[in-house]
Structure formats: C-alpha cells, structure tokens
C-alpha cells in the first residue's frame, strides 16, 4: 500500500484559513474520474497543518493492523523535504519511495537509446537537475508591479511547488513507467535502495556524529598553534612562512596564493608549473645528485601546504559552523555523483581528515562501530561478469593475494600482491601505459569474462553510447561539444584530440558500471543494517498492541551516524556491540544476495569497535 504526502492545492490552503502549512496524506493510487478536462484527483485524504505532519502519520500506523502497516511505502516529494519534519515528532517511516530520487533515475534510463523505458516527468522535481545550469545567461525576469531598482516584487518568484495531486499524478507515471519496463524487478530494487538512502540520510544528518570539541581544539592547537585573531594566519603556519622566505632567500613569501607561491618558486629554481605537490615531489626526484638539496628547498612548503589543508577545512571556523551539541550533523547529497555515490553540501562529510578523527569520540559507555568493507569494487565486478575465478580468488582471503597465487599456478606474471592490485585497478580504471598498462593482458587471460566486461563497456563510450549498472542506473550521453570534437578530425591536433577524448570517455563507462553497482550495494547493505536494527531488540518484545511498557526492553538503540562510499560508523551502547557486530556482517552477506543471487562472491568486513575513530583506522 502506498500512502502519498504532499501540499494541499494553494486555493485551498487560503480558502480554509489555513496557510501555506496544510498537507495531505493519500491514497495515490486510486484517483477519482477526472470532469470537464480536469485532473485526476486523489481520493481518500486528510489534512493536517504541517507542524503536525509526524502525528497524522503516526496516528495512520496506528489505526491500521500492524501486518497492513507494515507493508505501508510512504510515498515523498523528497525526502529532505519532509523526513526532518517527521524526525522532528519522532516519526521515522520503514519504507519510502522519494519522487524526486526516483525521477532523476528514471529520467536517465528513459534517455537510453533502446527505448525499453518510456517515462516523461509530469512535474520537476529533482533539484540537481534545476540547479544544475544551462550554458548561458537566463532570460531577464520582470515584474510589472516593480516600478523601480530597489522595489521588492510583488510576489515571490519560482515554480509553484507541486500540490499532492501534482504529486499522485507523478507517482502513477513513475509506477506505470516501471510496471512497463522489462526489467521492472532491478528497477524496482534500484529505487527502493535509492529512496531508503534519502531516509538514512535523513536520520544520519539529524542524530549526528559524536564530536569532542575539546579534543578537537586540542588538536588544532597541537598542529597549528592557538586559535589566532580573525585575519591572522596560525602561528606554526606564520613561521613556516617566514622559513620558507629565509630559506629561499626572499624578503617575503605568500604561500596562500598559488599564483605568489609559483612565482616565488620559479625565482629560486624550482622550475615546476604548478604547486601541487605531485608536481613538487617530481621536480625534486628528477634532480639527480641535487634531489636531496631539491627535497629541502620543497620540505617546509610542503608542510605547510598540509597544515594550510587542515585550517581551511577542519580548523575553528569548520568547528563553529558544523559541530552543535556534541555532534557533526553531516548534510548527504543522496545519489549526488552520477554514479550513484553521494555527495556532501558542504562541511567535508566525505573525508574526515585522519589528523582530527580522535575527535570523533562515543558517548560514556557508548561505542563506535567502524565497519569498512574490503576491495568491494573488484569483487563487485566479479559478480556482474560472473566471472567464477575472479570471485573464487577472493573467498575467504584479500581478493589481490589470492590472484598472485592463482597467478603462481599458472604461470602468469601475476605472482604479487602488489602487482595484482596495479593490473586489476588499471583495468578497472582504464589505465593503458604503464606498469598497470603491461600487466592488464595478464590479467585478460586470467579473468577473460571480468575483463572482458569493463573493455566492452569502454568501447560504448569511446563511441559515445551508454552504459548501465547492475540494476538500471544510467551513464550521461556526452554533450554535444564532445561528439563535434571527436567527429572533427581535420588536422593532426584535432585528431589527436579526438581520440583523447574518446578515451577518455571509455574510462569514464569502463568505470561507471563498477562504481554505480558497488554504489547500489553500498544501498543495500545500509538498509540491511537499518531494517535489522529496528527488528532487533534487547529482550522480550512488547505487546501486540506495540506499545513499550515501562520496564520492557525496547529495540536496539545504536544507529547509523556517519557514511562514506563503503564505510559505515555506528554509536551505541556498548552492551550491544556484540548483535551489531553481527548485523553489520549479515547485513553485506544479504546485500550481496539481494544483488547478485547466489553468485560465489563474498563481501568481507574489516569492523572495528572503539571509543575514538582515530583507533579504527
């Protein structure tokens, strides 16, 4: 069953007094017979004003027998638009279907070339898509009740927001889209993984990371030196500054622009064209019996670059902007990278900084369940080509050593661990010169079905086709600058550009299908983990009403509090490390089933319970 929330119609909100806040809840599904050209419109609502949104959805659930409430999807414009107000009352509903994720997936798989998914969005609602910008300038807005520069318009600007009707009509295109598509069953499972990260985002953002702000300051005062005055630079940085003029003999340097920086170098002899420290470190290693003197003249910039990284990034103005009562509260961008991975608005929710994660310290009897799953992009190949030895290369052991060993039996060059991870990341990847480059043919013959796949899906998008992941997820067709400069090959430089072009698009496909798919089971294994939460419990379940008596032992309080591409952290009480430990490993085993069946491919867990994050890593 599905039960949609959204806006009651403008018309009507002033019409009863009510505002701009009243919403509905409805049966989307069973819209009333439209008259005189009008819209279908749902039947069976109630309105409520938003503020009370969480209860009306409670009191929902409650009225309904608890088997036919559990089978309830709430149906969501979004779930960042909504989940923190149900949050908010304590509302936390077990299933979703986000219309606005579940739109931008469609949206691409409609864009493939075979037509097997015919879907037209009724409204927009991805805000990727609208944010994202056209190429030009917009058209000049006017308000014709704005008589002058500084006169505030009349009204405020921008699309309406959908009503709930709007809303029911999107969903039934999305439902009949999928029901029509010959692949319904991984589409399905595509969106449903994808709504549930809108809900866990939700829940990780609101319930937080822990975060000892004392420990951190500590830390930065360790590195950096006191908080200085605004304007000012640290002090250990200050004096890494007037070093590196002293040393390079300057009356000053300014290593916070790069473009003072290069200039500066370039005047001492260090002939780099960038101060990126690949750059630097290269120029040193290429100096031959100076490399040593070379190594000195970059040391202090280099750390200061380090130091400069942590200010900016983690220092006193991230700590005031991001760290509230204890916690970081990380803001996810669900499916954020075409891929599928998420992304972050803002405040570095994917990469914290191993020189700060000490702050992130578990509650008093509390602890941090660090669980990193190992080398899962190439066993996530290993299962979508069905590539048997692949998959049996990694049972039960790191995936790259049990190559060597097969490498060992068979005679191939492929006999260390190291060079197996060079071959296979270089396949994966695309990489053609090189180590990577001349160990690749090897692997080809050792995996062909693995291999075989990866070089396929480069070859569509050297000829600008599109790819998919295991469930459906769509690569982006090339703009149309790229296909005019590929097909332009006039001169030697424009052919030059053309293939590099091409190439360059064939490591983007070859790697597309890894990453999207292991993006897909990084979904699945979360909602493993949350679903299994919330059933566990630590003790003797309630009554059948479903109401906690005073005394009754209650479900598993550890949640989710921290996520990045195949990582999760969990905080808890410490009594239920143990059945956590345990539902984080079962829950990638059934991620891995829920994906690819039965297939011979295990998902191995490196997991960590600890009081700091700097111990598990």
């Not at 409670?58 to 036919?68: D, G, I, Q």
């Not at 997936?105 to 609602?125: N, W």
Request: hydrophobic share 40%.
């Amino acid at each position: 069953m599905h039960i949609l929330l959204g806006p009651a119609p403008a018309a009507d909100d002033a019409a009863a007094g009510h505002g701009p806040g009243t919403w509905r809840l409805v049966r989307p599904e069973a819209p009333d017979d439209p008259a005189d050209g009008a819209s279908p419109v749902p039947r069976r609502f109630r309105e409520v004003p938003w503020e009370q949104l969480g209860e009306a959805v409670r009191a929902t659930l409650r009225s309904l027998p608890a088997e036919e409430a559990g089978r309830i999807r709430w149906v969501l414009p979004s779930c960042r638009e909504v989940m923190p107000q149900l949050l908010a009352s304590g509302v936390s509903p077990d299933r979703c279907w986000d219309l606005a994720l579940c739109q931008r997936i469609l949206t691409g798989v409609a864009s493939f070339p075979d037509g097997t998914l015919d879907y037209t969005p009724t409204v927009p609602l991805d805000p990727l898509q609208q944010e994202r910008p056209p190429g030009r300038l917009p058209a000049p807005r006017a308000d014709p009740a704005q008589t002058s520069l500084f006169d505030a318009p009349a009204a405020p600007r921008g699309p309406a927001r959908p009503d709930a009707a709007a809303l029911a009509a999107e969903f039934r295109a999305q439902e009949a889209a999928v029901r029509a598509s010959p692949a319904a069953s991984r589409l399905r499972l595509l969106l449903a993984a994808e709504s549930q990260g809108g809900l866990i985002a939700q829940e990780i953002e609101r319930e937080g990371l822990p975060w000892d702000r004392a420990v951190h300051e500590a830390l930065l005062e360790d590195l950096l030196g006191p908080r200085p005055p605004e304007g000012k630079r640290p002090q250990k940085m200050q004096a890494l500054a007037e070093r590196i003029a002293e040393q390079w003999g300057l009356p000053k340097v300014n290593p916070d622009s790069p473009q003072e920086l290069l200039r500066a170098m370039q005047s001492v002899g260090i002939t780099v064209d960038s101060t990126r420290k690949h750059a630097l470190l290269e120029w040193a290693e290429h100096g031959g019996t100076q490399a040593p003197r070379r190594r000195e003249m970059i040391a202090p910039v280099l750390e200061y670059k380090g130091l400069y990284r942590l200010w900016t990034a983690n220092g006193w103005h991230w700590l005031d902007e991001w760290v509230r009562d204890g916690r970081f509260h990380a803001r996810y961008v669900v499916g954020g990278v075409v891929t599928g991975r998420w992304a972050a608005h803002g405040g570095g929710a994917l990469q914290i900084p191993h020189a700060v994660r000490d702050a992130v310290r578990a509650d008093p009897g509390w602890v941090l369940t660090v669980a990193d799953a190992s080398q899962v992009e190439p066993r996530i190949l290993a299962a979508m080509a069905q590539d048997r030895a692949l998959a049996v290369a990694g049972q039960g052991r790191d995936l790259y050593e049990g190559i060597a060993r097969l490498g060992e039996r068979t005679g191939s060059a492929l006999t260390e661990r190291k060079a197996a991870k060079v071959a296979l990341l270089g396949a994966m990847y695309g990489a053609s010169t090189g180590e990577a480059g001349a160990l690749v043919p090897h692997l080809r013959r050792m995996f062909p079905e693995a291999i075989g796949l990866v070089e396929q899906a480069a070859s569509v998008g050297e000829r600008g086709g599109q790819v998919r992941t295991w469930l459906g997820r769509t690569s982006p067709l090339p703009d149309a600058d790229w296909s005019a400069a590929v097909e332009d090959v006039s001169t030697a430089a424009a052919e030059a550009r053309s293939v590099r072009l091409r190439r360059a698009q064939g490591r983007f496909t070859r790697n597309f299908i890894v990453q999207g798919t292991a993006a897909e089971w990084a979904l699945c294994w979360m909602g493993e983990i949350r679903r299994r939460l919330r059933g566990a419990r630590t003790g003797t379940p309630a009554g059948p009403d479903g109401a906690e008596a005073d005394d009754a032992p209650g479900p598993l309080r550890t949640r989710l509090v921290f996520f990045v591409h195949d990582e999760v952290v969990l905080h808890g009480p410490a009594e239920e490390a143990p059945a956590v430990r345990a539902i984080v490993r079962e829950a990638a085993a059934a991620a891995g089933r829920l994906l690819f069946g039965q297939a011979p491919v295990e998902f191995p867990l490196t997991v960590a319970q600890v009081s700091s994050y700097a111990e598990a890593k």
